[in-house]
Nanobody, 128 residues
Framework: QVVLVESGGGLVQAGGSLRLSCAASGRTFSSYAVGWFRQAPGKEREFVAAISWSGGSTYYGDSVKGRFTLSRDDAKNTVALQMNSLKPEDTAVYYC?????????????????????WGQGTQVTVSS
C-alpha cells in the first residue's frame, strides 16, 4: 500500500513554470512506475506523462511534449513534473498515480486503469 500526495500547484501566468511533486509514503517507492494525469472542468481525466520504475523510460502526451519533464528521486520517494511554457489550456487538477511493477520490465503506463494508487490532486491555473 502506498499513499501519494501531490504538491506544487498554484496560479501562474502563461509562459511561466511550475514544478509539481508527488510524494509517496507507506512503503518503498522504487518499484513503482508513476504517471501524471490531469482533469479540467467538464472534461475527462487525461494522460500527461509517465516514468518507468527505473526512470530509464519516460513518455509524454502530445500536448505537453517538449514543455514538461519528469524525474524521480527514489531516495526521497518523490517524482517531480517540471512544467515550462505553461498555457491556459494546461489549467486542470493534476493527479499522480502509481503502479507497482515489482521491478519487472521497464515500462511506463498511459491508461488510467493501469494504475493502482492515486493522489488527491493539486490545482494548476494558468492565466492568459
Amino acid at each position: 500500500q502506498v499513499v501519494l500526495v501531490e504538491s506544487g500547484g498554484g496560479l501562474v501566468q502563461a509562459g511561466g513554470s511550475l514544478r509539481l511533486s508527488c510524494a509517496a509514503s507507506g512503503r518503498t517507492f522504487s518499484s513503482y512506475a508513476v504517471g501524471w494525469f490531469r482533469q479540467a472542468p467538464g472534461k475527462e481525466r487525461e494522460f500527461v506523462a509517465a516514468i518507468s520504475w527505473s526512470g530509464g523510460s519516460t513518455y509524454y502526451g502530445d500536448s505537453v511534449k517538449g514543455r514538461f519533464t519528469l524525474s524521480r528521486d527514489d531516495a526521497k520517494n518523490t517524482v517531480a513534473l517540471q512544467m515550462n511554457s505553461l498555457k491556459p489550456e494546461d489549467t486542470a487538477v493534476y493527479y499522480c498515480a502509481a503502479h507497482d511493477t515489482y521491478y519487472v520490465g521497464n515500462s511506463y503506463y498511459t491508461r488510467l486503469d493501469e494504475y493502482d494508487y492515486w493522489g488527491q490532486g493539486t490545482q494548476v491555473t494558468v492565466s492568459s
